[in-house]
């Protein structure tokens, strides 16, 4: 065979070659576009707000007075930053909302046993409790002020309150939907009752119960900024009221931001934990 026509089938060989990588290729290619439009597609809405916001001042369609622009606003973080006001007023904030979640949380997960465990106990405490469950954190208030005063336990009580309602009503749901196949194997090995809690009832909740904890401390981050709003002088809904007296919005923007990424940021993290354990839970206990 000649050299032409072995260059020639090596040239028709190269191209076939080609021909067939490609179609692998794309699929991947276009994969990974999907997924990265995926990721990007939560921050397309966030964008366009802060491009109207930004033309807006730009142009004069909105008064500084009452919104200033982006740039100010962010001069604002930068200097409560540095001065440490926002560091110090955050983990105030901080501290409360945990101390009255762990709180909420942990009376949240024995009520919700209890209930979920007698039915003699929900037949006299549930519908008291949905009666009362139903008057806003807000309507506590007046009765508490008078109680406990203005001071830290006030908060406390609160947000505790808060993340109590979510947690009861998610315990009880997650004790009242063990498997039936798993009650069977309990009444076929002779379980206790405490075995059966231990082994079968509480496995099964886990996945109800992330859910009412995730549910729960957003109620008593909402719980925290409306108490530092209303009785506080620390804090970072005392920062939203003390810009809002000096009429200092660009302070208001500020803290609403940074109130809302710690926000954003704890409900992805126990978003993602929930996740895991919803993953991580035994196919018998998702029957």
Known sequence: ?????????????????????????????????????????????????????????????????????????????????????????????????????AAGTLLGFALGA???????????????????VQIPVLGWLPFLLLLVGVGEPLKYILIAHAALVPVTLSTLQGFRQTPASLDEVARVFAYKRWQRIVYLVVPAAVPTLATGVRLAFTKAWLALVVVELVASSEGLGYLIVYGRQLFQLDLVMASVVVVGAIGYAMNRSLDALEARLRRGQPSAFRE
């Open 114 to 132: 209890a209930l979920g465990l007698s039915r003699t106990f929900e037949a006299y405490v549930l519908p008291s409790f949905n009666a009362l």
């Open 1 to 101: 065979m000649s050299e032409t026509a072995l260059d020639a089938g090596n040239e028709r060989f190269g191209h076939d070659a080609a021909a067939r990588e490609l179609p692998a290729a794309s699929p991947r290619r276009n994969a990974r576009l999907r997924a990265l439009a995926w990721r990007l597609a939560p921050w397309v809405l966030p964008a366009v707000l802060l491009a109207l916001w930004a033309t807006g001042c730009e142009r004069g369609w909105i008064a500084p007075q009452i919104l200033p622009p982006p740039e100010r606003v962010f001069d604002t973080f930068v200097e409560l930053a540095r001065s440490g006001d926002l560091a110090s007023n955050t983990l105030i904030s901080l501290q409360r909302v945990l101390v009255g979640f």
